[in-house]
């Protein structure tokens, strides 16, 4: 069965430091591997995806992950955090096998950012 | 750009009632969801279709049952609302074919059943 990991439940960081959100999955097989935002009161907004390829993705709000099949991760960059960042991520696996076009989510990483 | 929308944002029932959570998407596409968030618990799939009048069970269908008879429509049906099911709840929709398809959120519903 697919799951995922999300091993901070709350981060705390100042404006203009940089951010790494941590995600590790469990997955038989080739994953698919998302990063989502949640605005306060808001539905979920992709960020960025991975499929295949480059290891290193790019996303919406200067946001990037990195792949890394040997740690089984995605972890969630950017390397300079504004105050319209704070929201909840949710890091997601899906896969073509065990779940067909379904997504697994991690519990969320809360962040606060200090002004 | 996708939308996909949801009848309310703020429910407050009782005890016992039946209540229907819509959700409408309007790119034509062959899957939607239901899930439910918690604090804590991140996203729980409820049920999913992959097609009009088609459905499947997720992680957490007991209490809910759902009712797609358009492609576009995708309804949650709470039989008998219990407290337990005080939640949020985000409706969702992708394409078909594969594990590697975005799926679109609806802004939520945050039900309280008292």
Same mark, same amino acid.
């Given at each position: 069965?697919?799951?995922?990991?999300?091993?901070?439940?709350?981060?705390?960081?100042?404006?203009?430091?940089?951010?790494?959100?941590?995600?590790?999955?469990?997955? #038989?097989?080739?994953?698919?591997?998302?990063?989502?935002?949640?605005?306060?009161?808001?539905?979920?907004?992709?960020? *960025?995806?991975?499929?295949?390829?480059?290891? *290193?993705?790019?996303?919406?709000?200067?946001?990037?992950?990195?792949?890394?099949?040997?740690?089984?991760?995605?972890?969630?960059?950017?390397?300079?955090?504004?105050?319209?960042?704070?929201?909840?991520?949710?890091?997601?696996?899906? #896969? *073509?096998?065990?779940?067909?076009?379904?997504?697994?989510?991690?519990?969320?990483?809360?962040?606060?950012?200090? *002004? | 750009?996708?939308? &996909?929308?949801?009848?309310?944002?703020?429910?407050?029932?009782?005890?016992?009632?039946?209540?229907?959570?819509?959700?409408?998407?309007?790119?034509?596409?062959? $899957?939607?969801?239901?899930?439910?968030?918690?604090?804590?618990?991140?996203? %729980?799939?409820?049920?999913?279709?992959?097609? &009009?009048?088609?459905?499947?069970?997720?992680?957490?269908?007991?209490?809910?049952? &759902?009712? %797609?008879?358009?492609?576009?429509?995708?309804?949650?049906?709470?039989?008998?609302?219990?407290? $337990?099911?005080?939640?949020?709840?985000?409706?969702?929709?992708?394409?078909?074919?594969?594990? $590697? $398809?975005?799926?679109?959120?609806?802004?939520?519903?945050?039900?309280?059943?008292?």
């Amino acid at each position: 069965a697919q799951s995922v990991t999300q091993p901070d439940i709350h981060i705390t960081v100042s404006e203009g430091a940089s951010l790494e959100l941590r995600c590790n999955y469990s997955y #038989g097989a080739t994953p698919y591997l998302f990063w989502y935002v949640q605005s306060p009161g808001q539905g979920l907004q992709l960020l *960025l995806k991975y499929f295949s390829g480059d290891t *290193l993705v790019q996303g919406i709000k200067g946001f990037e992950a990195e792949f890394k099949r040997s740690q089984s991760s995605f972890n969630l960059r950017k390397p300079s955090v504004h105050w319209s960042d704070a929201a909840e991520y949710f890091c997601a696996v899906g #896969g *073509l096998t065990g779940g067909g076009n379904k997504l697994t989510f991690g519990t969320g990483t809360q962040l606060k950012v200090e *002004l | 750009d996708v939308k &996909v929308t949801q009848s309310s944002r703020y429910l407050v029932k009782r005890t016992g009632e039946k209540v229907f959570l819509e959700c409408v998407q309007d790119m034509d596409h062959e $899957n939607m969801f239901w899930y439910r968030q918690d604090p804590g618990l991140g996203l %729980r799939l409820i049920y999913f279709s992959y097609d &009009v009048k088609m459905k499947e069970k997720g992680d957490i269908p007991e209490g809910y049952s &759902v009712s %797609r008879e358009k492609k576009e429509r995708f309804s949650l049906i709470l039989e008998s609302a219990s407290t $337990n099911q005080t939640s949020m709840y985000l409706c969702a929709s992708s394409f078909a074919a594969g594990g $590697n $398809n975005e799926q679109f959120f609806g802004p939520g519903t945050r039900l309280t059943v008292l």
